[in-house]
């Protein structure tokens, strides 16, 4: 039965779906966005910061700080300049446009959007950021870097139960970055979810534009990718670069503390 299912979304004609994805997370968005102004909203959010704050310890701190630290755009730059270089070695151009779209599309918007709505950040907060609260960037990332390499993980997979153990890391990854904003009252849980519902609108979109990117390529547009000798090598080199850049942004990196 599961790889019967998994032929079947093979078969799946991703691009016929992009009408679709685009307009239920946009009508998602515009609904979120209209509910952060409602009174019993605002209550919930602010009750679930207050909340959290009372959960707090040293140790969680501790490691919803390194957990956040995925969603910085040091850590962003990093990890995508890995992958891209990953994409060029194994010359997968038409992944490598998919991963320009999810990435710049979903920054962008949400750089656009807590402009538009300019929603203060919570009172609790532990670190100082200067950008708006809402849509929460880091969950916004968390699903369009980290879902899209998911993505891309799954379709290297065979077995069902591999792909099955890929989607639920994935997802815990991704609820892991946006339970950090929460715990440490950098966002409200609406900035979250809104965040969510962007970083997966842009990661529908890089999936679904597959096969018009592919003949783009077939127009000869999209970069034409040499070979690279010593494929493995390479990538394994890249994989622990990045995972070691991590590392030391991690142990060196002092987020600012807000005032009081």
Not at 112 to 130: G, V, W
Not at 165 to 193: F, K, N
Not at 205 to 214: D, F, W
Request: charged share 10%.
């Amino acid at each position: 039965m599961p790889s019967t299912l998994i032929r079947g979304l093979k078969r799946w004609h991703w691009g016929g779906l992009l009408p679709l994805i685009t307009l239920a997370a946009s009508c998602a968005l515009v609904l979120v966005g209209g509910l952060i102004t409602t009174d019993p909203i605002i209550a919930v959010d602010v009750r679930l910061a207050n909340l959290l704050v009372s959960f707090r310890t040293e140790p969680l701190t501790q490691l919803f700080s390194a957990l956040t630290l995925l969603g910085k755009s040091h850590v962003v730059v990093l990890f995508v300049s890995a992958l891209a270089i990953l994409l060029v070695l194994w010359r997968k151009g038409i992944d490598l446009m998919a991963l320009i779209i999810t990435i710049v599309g979903s920054t962008t918007s949400s750089w656009l959007l807590k402009l538009a709505f300019q929603r203060p950040r919570p009172d609790q907060a532990i670190y100082l950021e200067s950008s708006y609260s809402f849509p929460s960037g880091h969950a916004t990332i968390a699903v369009a870097l980290y879902g899209f390499i998911g993505y891309l993980l799954i379709r290297l997979t065979r077995r069902w139960w591999q792909r099955i153990s890929l989607v639920c890391t994935t997802l815990a990854l991704i609820a892991a970055i946006g339970l950090s904003r929460l715990y440490l009252a950098e966002h409200y849980l609406t900035d979250v979810l809104a965040g969510y519902l962007l970083g997966a609108l842009w990661l529908g979109v890089a999936v679904a534009s597959g096969p018009g990117l592919s003949r783009f390529n077939a127009l000869g547009v999209a970069p034409i990718l040499a070979p690279v000798p010593d494929r493995q090598l390479l990538t394994g080199l890249v994989i622990t670069l990045a995972l070691a850049g991590y590392l030391a942004i991690a142990l060196t990196y002092q987020m600012p503390l807000k005032g009081p």
